[in-house]
């Protein structure tokens, strides 16, 4: 019964905490860059995911996880970093603030008609983001539920604890999802450019076989890290710019 | 053809961005860490550091240009 009991929480637990590193994705994708293809991205992840685990089964343990780590991490990295950087020089006032909605909306204008379309039209950034935090946090959890339910022989109990922890977590995404819409959008870009380039530098670490002193609880050194660089920078490029400003301009 | 070109253009933006050293920067520093963890020698702290380096001095070079 308590080996039940224990079996049930530390699946909960492990499998809670991979969901919200995936939340913490989608999350700050769908709200900066819309809903539409992240989401399409996240059903295919979860579809990618199904097939490979019933393929698969027990043998998931056997996937070179820290590849997989190592590709999702750069990319992610990479992709963080370049949010990071435009917020940093919009938020310091090197970059117009609302350059990329004017892009789009010229885009849209020499489209003509095409308002629509442009609607419709997939945005593959959000896609791949959401799809890559999905696939790998969902292929952790697979690893979660079989390392604790196959070695306990109680692999039904396992995959209840892991729906449950996504079941849960998922509800709490709905709830924060609209105050996330109000915040400012410069702000919540560099909000995501610091969390995507932290996942990134944790999971990317690790897959170069990084281990991070206290383990998982590390991740939260890493964004404070990386969000106190920011905005150093963010406040550094400001005093710069306003020392460069003729003093008329100023006045 | 113009499919495969989008595919590609399309990655290559994803990767690279508005700043390829940024890129390269990342790449050197991901082969030192595995290097270093590959020699017994604990590298956690570098890919942070080098992300840090990475970011100031492309935001610093983007502003030193537009000034």
Known sequence: MSSNVLTFLATFIASAVEAVEALTIVLAVGVVRGWRSTLIGVGVASLVLAMIVAALGPALQHIPIGTLRFVVGALLLAFGLQWLRKAILRASGYKPLHDEAEAFSREREQAGSAAVAGSARMDWYSFTVAFKGVLLEGLEVAFIVVSFGATQGRLGLAVAAAVAAGVLVVVAGLVVRGPLERVPENTLKFAVGVMLSSFGIFWGGEGAGVEWPGGDVAILGVVAFVGLVSFVLTRALRRRRLALQPAVVRG | ?67
């Open chain 2, 1 to 67: 053809m113009s499919y495969l070109r989008s595919f590609g253009r399309f990655w290559w933006n994803f990767i690279v961005g508005d700043d390829w050293r940024v890129a390269a920067g990342l790449a050197g520093a991901f082969a030192l860490t595995w290097l270093l963890e590959d020699n017994g020698v604990a590298a956690w702290w570098l890919l942070p550091l080098a992300v840090a380096a990475l970011l100031a001095g492309s935001v610093w070079g983007e502003a030193g240009g537009s000034n």
